[in-house]
């Protein structure tokens, strides 16, 4: 005891000596960010300048306030995600329980938050008296504030985001285990997401794409640069985790940093006019420096996969891995104070018209009305993409891509009927969400029945015969004695509120309530009116279609499910009730979301009430599409099952009869009709 003891001090000043100081570390990354930000501000567009004479003016304070908390905040943001992902997925714990350094820093998280929220608290005054150009002690006004976080979209947008880092902040305090880490990580995640909503991005003409490509962009970048930094403070005070840690937040920055770039195209390619304007104008100008910096992460990250990676079980190896990853923290700190002046400096297409000259159907729309609806029109000629679906898309084909080929490296086969079948699945989403179809779904009832019809009764089909829990729980890697995604991924199938809804007839209630409810309630008018009450539809179309067809045809691991024939009647049951839904919409003589279609105006299908009927009747006719698929989806299962028992019967068989031991069925079977025939015979004999 007194040995170890007295060893203690000596390793933590072997360490300390080594590796970074984590408030030299954290203190230089502010430091970076902030002058470079202010620098770029400085020599490019978005500098602050003082208001014309008998103009408002909120002050150069202000103006400068304005970024230089939106940098802080940023940091303080990034800081708290990678705490919790440290403890959640980025270092090992056994039997899912935080101890020593990892539950120091994982709860350290409760600082970073807390700091967090007085930055929020300062962007509301800043942000406040930069909207309504009064100084800064003018606008401490709790009217105003109170009026600034109800009615103002910013001040909303901050109030959400305040909240759940306080909510971060509180419970930060206790947590234990990997699982709570990693719930609190994605709060912390959703926090960072509300100011996105309310950026230039939404000025844009493809605002869609722009706001969803910012959020993806946040997201990667917050668990990729708080990662990296979780990862250097672990190791100022205990280098033993970092020969697991550091691959584990390779592999994840991989993922990180592939989406950043995607992002980032589809970002700046909505909001700069012409590949020349990188080069003429301020905001490209300062794109090409961030993608030069995002490029110099990239390859600091292959370098240390092939060069760090291999030798983490030396010590020295781990003290090199913290310092070079200790200028990588820097260069990201230098990137965000881009991104910052970035947000600031205004964009060559902004997207943005006079008031004069915005058509009804681009007031509500946000772009204008497309024409009469065509073959190419609905599939390719009017497309706009989705960045939220189009991400959703592009990650369910990646991760199922990668599981398939970790199974193949190790030797394993898996079935490409499966894979198919996916693909299948997710082509079937992005066609829905990424096409002119999703365009005329905003426009025209008759077209949205069709993407309803395809998001929740033909994509959910393939994509439950694609199996990818089963793929997931093969390739994810076993923690032994502790807990990570494999291990949550089976907690969360084996639960009681996944066995609860995953019941047959509990899932066919949700799947055919929820059309009822949604349509025929003022909810659908409500979710009409904006881009995300449209993802909230398809979402919940695609969710709630994935949960029936799972509970009736799915091959992955979940509660016990009925006999087929059951299963069966359940799907003749439910189906009919799909098809009177339908035909109560063409029975109604009232316009479903009548503001939201009449105020578009378009000039062909004028005729609200026969567009709705021709939606019911699309939806009345697609209805037998689904039966026809998932009746030849059970009845091959079914068949393949009856082998399998055969097979399993013929195998106990052939042991019972090399043997001697256990029972032989066939000859049981045997026995019982010669019983029964001299029971007949005697009966026979009798009655003579």
Known sequence: MTTTTAAQPQRREADGAAAPRPAVLLGAAVVVAVTVMALLLWVGDGRPVTAPDGLPD?????QWAVPVLRVLGDLAAVLTVGLLLLGAVL??????????????????????????????????????SDIIALPIGEVLDPTLLRSFVSDVELGRALLVQLLLALSVAVCARWIRTTTGAGLLCLVALGATLPTTLVSHAGTSDQHTLAVSSLMLHVLAASVWVGGLVALVLLGSSDRRPLPVAVPRFSRLALWCAVALALSGVASAAVRLASPSDLLSTSYGRLVLLKVVLIGALAWFGVWHRRHVLPALSGDTARRGFLRIAAVEVLVMAATVGVAVALSRTPPPVSGELPVDALSPARLLLGFDLPPVPSLTGLLWGEARLDGFWLAVGCLMIALYATGTHVLRREGDRWPVSRSLLWYVGCALILVATNTGLATY?????????????????????????????????RTLPRGGDQVGPREWLTM??????VTVISNPIVAAVIFVASFYVLYLTALFPTLM???????FMGVHFLLAGSLFFWSLIGVDPGPTR????????????????????????????????????????????T???????????????????????VMIALFLQWVKSDEREARRGDRAQERAASTGRGRDVHADYNAYLARLADSEKRRGEGSD
Do not use: K, N
């Open 441 to 473: 779904a905003s426009v025209l009832f008759s077209v949205h029945m069709v993407q309803h019809m395809v998001l929740s009764m033909v994509a959910p089909i393939f994509l439950v015969l694609g199996a990818p829990v089963t793929l997931a729980l």
């Open 562 to 605: 009925p006999p087929y024939l059951v299963r069966i009647i359940i799907l003749l049951v439910v189906i009919p009730l799909h098809s009177f839904f339908s035909l109560a919409i063409m029975a109604t003589t009232q316009v479903l979301a009548e503001d939201w279609f009449g105020g578009l105006e378009r000039p062909y299908l």
């Open 91 to 128: 270092v090992p714990a056994r039997d899912g329980l935080l101890r020593g350094a990892r539950l120091t820093w994982t709860r350290a998280a409760r600082w970073s938050a807390l700091v967090w929220c007085a930055i929020v608290l300062g962007q509301m005054v800043t942000s406040l």
């Open 58 to 62: 909120p002050g150069l304070g202000t």
């Open 529 to 535: 009116t904006s881009h995300w009450g449209h993802i």
């Open 607 to 629: 005729d609200l009430l026969a567009d709705q009927h021709l939606g019911g009747s699309i939806g009345w006719a697609l209805g037998e599409v689904p039966i026809v698929i």
């Open 492 to 497: 969360v199938i084996h639960s009681r509120y």
